[in-house]
């Protein structure tokens, strides 16, 4: 099953886009073994929407064009569901094992996702009640998937 990351805004040079390339190609390498693709991460830029919503919905049909039919979209969204590691693996795993062909996670702009967005998606994940900068937010999503990995290869990197 290949995982795409789409992400609203560009990562710029730093540490930040550093540890996330770290943990983005861990996870590339271990994922194979265990039917998992990482398809890599698609940035389109920020909506110049006049209102929040323009924004939302500009930004969610440059979205709509990396969903392929028999796939599955994940929304993170700090109003989303909050998951341990194991949940989130668990999920990925269910979608793997479900014959998804692809998982999109998306990444909203600064105005977040638009509701037909939050409508269609298979889950909306929060990272957490607090507001993430987005560079982090690919570090933390990145670890995640990297540790979602782990454990379902069954690897001692997570340890309960």
Not at 116 to 145: F, Y
């Amino acid at each position: 099953m290949k995982i795409i990351i789409h992400a609203v805004g560009r990562m710029k040079a730093g540490p930040e886009r550093d540890l996330a390339a770290r943990y983005f190609d861990r996870f590339a390498k271990s994922g194979p073994a265990i039917g998992l693709e990482f398809s890599g991460v698609t940035e389109v830029p920020e909506s110049r929407g006049q209102t929040a919503s323009e924004r939302r919905r500009e930004e969610g049909q440059k979205l709509q064009t990396q969903l392929q039919p028999g796939g599955a979209l994940i929304l993170l969204d700090e109003r989303g569901r909050h998951f341990s590691s194991e949940e989130f693996a668990g999920r990925i795993g269910l979608f793997r094992d479900g014959g998804r062909k692809a998982v999109v996670l998306a990444i909203g702009g600064a105005d977040g996702h638009d509701q037909s967005l939050r409508d269609q998606a298979d889950l909306v994940v929060s990272l957490g009640a607090m507001t993430w900068p987005h560079q982090l937010v690919r570090v933390m999503l990145g670890e995640q998937l990297y540790r979602a990995a782990t454990i379902l290869a069954g690897h001692p990197y997570h340890r309960s």
